[in-house]
């Protein structure tokens, strides 16, 4: 220490919102020796926490729940934008005494902080919305109770959704953004249908992967970056070998209860420029809509335009000793990253499509001109519509995607000056 200086045992820092969030040091100021506690209050203004609040709608619910609230910014942000009443739980009790001096220093009245162990402290509450940041980093034990995610890493997140059919209303939504597994054996949507157990037809899912990697490629980029130690290293490799383990995706997750006589949604896409939560929101209604029969004489009846970002590949093979086309895929990049591939009668089609026509009319042409089947079912032909503008690869004026999201921007949200949290959390 210095003498006759004094230094601030906290930080304050601005935050989402227009928040002013007080939170722990991320060291001294003189350099000097400084040991972190387990129940650390991570900043709420750095990078995972900012992507994390870029994926929840600001749209209006009237309770919302933020399970592991730390800072208690996702709640507080929620509670003076657009919910009626917000709810922030964390087990650490030092985070709630945090969460609720950032409530009282920013005047926010419809909020609650409460500590316990995920919905504990809420038991018999539901709400129309549900947001959770979970600790997502395999760990053999907890060492940091904001970054550590159980011996598999998915076990917090796990009881989160297993918890949502008691506490999620009809029509509800459940936000995140974490990171899992596809297993040889079984994909994470699948996993996370079974965590839903017996009411999970009850449930949509809609996955927006942000990235999707070998392991390899993981545990390559975390020591590139230089923020993990051996030990984590090895533990991750043998955690993630262990359960056969091909890809890891990390991204954002949908999850809406809906009100039942239909089979459930299940998506999974990759974000691509512009993509937002009212992305993941536009393509939940969008498939709903289209797994309804009736839905048949709307799609035939909507004029489909060409992606502005539209590409069409085509792959060439020797043929009678000749490149021959063998293989088509149109691809988009907007909103999602996205690639149907189809068959050359397919390609005629889509080659006119420019917002002048209805997809009936493209229909009638693809008989007149032998490119498909007198007999070829009208509804089929509509689903492929389903199907091309649920990938953004074609727009309807009828059903237009929402406006871009804008691009985060680090300057927006700054962590206090020489923030050095150690974050082990591989994204």
């Known amino acids: 220490a210095r003498p006759g200086e004094l230094f601030a045992a906290i930080t304050l820092y601005p935050a989402e919102a227009g928040l002013i969030l007080a939170g722990d040091r991320p060291g001294t100021p003189d350099g000097s020796p400084y040991q972190q ?5 991570y900043p709420g203004a750095v990078e995972n926490t900012r992507h994390f609040l870029a994926t929840l709608p600001q749209t209006p619910c009237e309770a919302l729940l933020d399970l592991g609230t730390g800072s208690g910014v996702a709640a507080l942000a929620a509670a ?9 739980v964390d087990i650490a009790a030092r985070a709630v005494r945090f969460a609720e001096f950032n ?7 419809n909020a ?5 162990d995920l919905y504990e402290p809420v038991r018999g509450l539901t709400f129309d919305r549900i947001v959770s940041h979970p600790p997502y980093v395999p760990a053999a034990k907890i060492s940091m109770i904001f970054a550590d995610g159980g011996a598999d890493g998915e076990e917090i997140l796990q009881r989160v959704i297993e918890g949502l059919p008691r506490h999620l209303r009809f029509a509800g939504r459940f936000h995140t953004i974490v990171l899992g597994a596809d297993c040889e054996n079984q994909t994470f949507e699948d996993r996370i249908r079974l965590w839903l157990g017996p009411k999970q037809a009850e449930f949509d899912l809609v996955m927006i992967s942000h990235s999707l990697r070998p392991p390899t490629d993981f545990l390559a980029r975390a020591i590139a970056k230089g923020r993990v130690d051996f030990t984590n290293l090895k533990y991750w490799a043998q955690s993630w ?5 091909q890809f890891l995706f990390y991204g954002s997750i949908l999850i809406r209860r809906h009100t039942g006589g239909r089979p459930p949604v299940t998506l999974r896409l990759q974000r691509g420029a512009g993509c937002g939560p009212q992305h993941a929101e536009w393509l939940l209604d969008w498939a709903t809509s289209c797994a309804d029969p009736s839905f048949t004489t709307t799609l035939l009846g909507a004029h489909p335009a060409l992606a502005p970002d539209a590409e069409l590949r085509v792959l060439h093979r020797l043929h009678e000793g000749r490149f021959a086309a063998q293989a088509f895929a149109v691809e988009s990049s907007s909103p999602f990253n996205s690639e149907v591939r189809c068959a050359s009668w397919l390609v005629a089609v889509l080659s006119e499509c ?3 026509r209805t997809w009936q009319e493209h229909f009638e042409r693809a008989v007149r001109e032998s490119l498909v089947s007198p007999e070829a079912p009208a509804q089929e032909f509509a689903s492929l519509l ?9 727009r309807l004026p009828e059903h ?6 804008p691009a985060l921007d680090s300057a927006d949200f700054t962590a206090p000056a020489g923030a050095a949290f150690t974050n082990p959390r591989p994204d």
């Open 354 to 356: 420019d917002g002048s």
């Open 103 to 109: 409530r009282r220093l920013n005047g926010i009245a």
């Open 400 to 405: 237009p995607l929402p406006p871009d999201a």
């Open 112 to 116: 609650t902080m409460l500590a316990g």
């Open 37 to 41: 506690p387990n129940d650390v209050v």
């Open 386 to 394: 389903g199907t091309l503008a649920g990938q953004g690869i074609l």
């Open 241 to 245: 070998a262990r359960r056969d383990v």
């Open 80 to 88: 003076r934008r657009y919910a009626r009443h917000a709810w922030g």
